[in-house]
């Protein structure tokens, strides 16, 4: 089945603990993102990448780390998370030419 | 910036009618594409209908058609003939192909929450 997988789906931590969330497609993307969604502001692109090794920043960058060394994997790096860190983040990819992103299912994640 | 703006953070419709979510836009991008997702309260987001800047007639999905008005900048989402799993939150988003150099980045707007009622 194709999809989009994130791990873990739901995280408590605590401040400063670093910590990763691991997104996995299996349909052969070259395009991925990260964003989080707050309420009241809709869904915020953190990172993206249009390909292996190939990252770009998004509108709320800061505090958070991407890599690319695969095509099928994109972890999002928490490297001391904050309580302001505290939300929904979703994966998406979708591969070039084609308009739909496939979304994850989200990682809920709250930082005490 | 792009920018997306959705106008109703909450609104209501009876089982069976139609309803039309507001959207609005603004780009300096000529080339761009418009998206509706619906996300229920499990969470996950479902991609409903697409439209591009250059498509000349709107977009249709079933029972979801997008109202384009491009000179005025907005993308409306039209559901007809509602049903009860019609009730969720709707995100209205924008891409741009220039700006973004082809890349994948969506600008979402913050949302509506549409509640079904019988």
């Known amino acids: 089945e194709a999809q989009v997988t994130q791990n873990p789906r739901y995280l408590i931590t605590v401040t400063g603990k670093k910590l990763t969330v691991t997104c996995s497609q299996n349909?052969?993307?070259?395009?991925m993102s990260w964003y989080r969604q707050d309420p009241g502001l809709g869904l915020r692109q953190i990172y993206y990448?249009?390909?292996?090794?190939?990252?770009d920043k998004g509108d709320v960058p800061e505090g958070y780390k991407v890599s690319r060394k695969e095509k099928r994997n994109f972890p999002l790096i928490l490297e001391s998370p904050s309580p302001n860190q505290t939300s929904l983040y979703f994966c998406?990819?979708?591969?070039?030419?084609?308009?739909?992103?496939?979304f994850g299912p989200g990682t809920r994640l709250t930082v005490l | 910036a792009q920018k997306i703006t959705q106008t109703q953070p909450g609104m209501f419709v009876q089982e069976k009618e139609a309803v039309t979510l507001d959207c609005t836009y603004d780009?300096?991008?000529?080339?761009?594409?418009l998206f509706w997702y619906k996300q229920p309260s499990s969470g996950e987001m479902i991609f409903l209908i697409y439209?591009?800047?250059?498509?000349?007639q709107n977009a249709t999905e079933g029972r979801y058609s997008l109202n384009f008005q491009k000179a005025r900048k907005s993308a409306n989402l039209v559901i007809s003939a509602s049903q009860l799993g019609d009730s969720a939150m709707y995100f209205c988003?924008?891409?741009?192909?220039?700006?973004?150099?082809?890349?994948?980045?969506?600008?979402f707007g913050t949302g509506t929450q549409l509640k079904v009622e019988l």
């Open positions: 998406a990819s979708s591969p070039p030419g084609v308009d739909e992103q496939f």
């Open positions: 349909m052969n993307h070259e395009y």
């Open positions: 990448s249009m390909n292996v090794e190939v990252t």
């Open positions: 780009t300096s991008d000529p080339s761009y594409g």
């Open positions: 439209q591009g800047s250059y498509d000349q």
């Open positions: 988003a924008m891409r741009d192909f220039i700006l973004t150099g082809g890349g994948n980045k969506l600008t």
